[in-house]
């Protein structure tokens, strides 16, 4: 049972906060920026954020010509520019917040690889992309640099490199743990080992039930991404699981910044002097539509077999560790950031891209909030 200090110390908040990755911790840093005296508080139900945020592979992405293209097709040019410019936006409000130093950022730039074999006809529509973009960078944002394919030591399977200047990395861990300390100096109170098990909203409050303690808030912000269907069973998203490795250091490494092939489904970079890979979802979607973590053997061996035969080929190289994260996807490939009533909010579904989007979310959401 509460004792009458706790009632009056720990319960009643402002605002409440479900989620502590990236969107929700921009969230309540947003609500603390733009109110320093609001009561704030985050309830996270890992000892550590455990869904996306501290398990990717740490690319700050604005999208590569494919993906871009693809995304085109899907959701037309207009929602595409604004969901570029959102991308672009988030991640400039992401390092205005932690600064460069803070997150590990790095502009090293991204690279799309195009292997030999595979349909590259999607090339001859870089100018086009270009002229898109155009508006938004004053720059041309794609461009060919197929004499760095031997710079950076891989092997003929790769036929083409694009480059893409916007593109950076991110050290995750460091990422997030600044994000932590920033909100915590805000003032934010963050709880872990708090799994929200329902939400229920009445004439003044909304009450949340977390082991038995019904938390109050005036306003909450729902920011579980993937794992949002175990309160709101109705909210329209599918769980993507996605499987990373990281090799020990190697010697010389020639490999420097992002990359991605296969439309985005396998991105790599270096990590000081280590290889960091993620992907192959495609190899298995059925597998990898999962809210649990785990490991699957096959992709692990695709991705062993890719770092062999096309990122290090002459190039000796041992796997220290491969962990797991998830995502959340939907078919229209865009975020979902809704008010549910006056009092509750959402913003989940990040489709794969939140280390760059989760900023900007949490500030339309916040504006929603008003
Ligand atoms: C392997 C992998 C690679 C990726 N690569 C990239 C990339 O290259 N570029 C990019 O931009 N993005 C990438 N992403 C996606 C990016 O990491 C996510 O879009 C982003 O981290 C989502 O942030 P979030 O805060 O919305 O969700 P999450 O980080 O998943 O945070 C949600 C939090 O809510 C908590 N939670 C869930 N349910 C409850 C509950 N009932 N009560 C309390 N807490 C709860 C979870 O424990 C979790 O900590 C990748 C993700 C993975 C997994």
Redesign the pocket.
Known sequence: MLSFWEKRSFINYDYIV???????LSVACELMEKNAQASVLV????LL?????T???G???IGSLSENLHDKSVMGEKTLLDLVQSRHTGLQILRNRLGDEGMGYDACGGYEVILDGEDQSFVSQMDEMNALLYPLFNKNVFSLCNDKIKEFGFSRHASQLIYNYLEGSIDSGKMINSLWLHAQKLGVKILTG???KSIEENKDAVEIAVNGISFKAQKIFI?????TK??LPHIELNPGR???LVTKPIPNLKVKGTFFFDEGYY?FKNFENRIVF?GGRNLDFEGENTTNFGSNQKIIEQLQTYLKDLILPDTHFEIEHTW????AFSDNKLPLVEALSERQFIG?R?N???????SKIAKDLVDLAK
């Open positions: 479900i989620g502590a990755g990236i969107t929700g309830l996270e139900r890992g954020p455990t869904g996306a945020s398990k990717n592979a690319f700050a992405c708090a799994e929200v920011c579980t991404n993937a794992f175990s309160l996605g499987q990373v991105y993620g797991s994260g998830i995502m989940v990040l794969g891209m939140g280390v760059a989007l989760g």
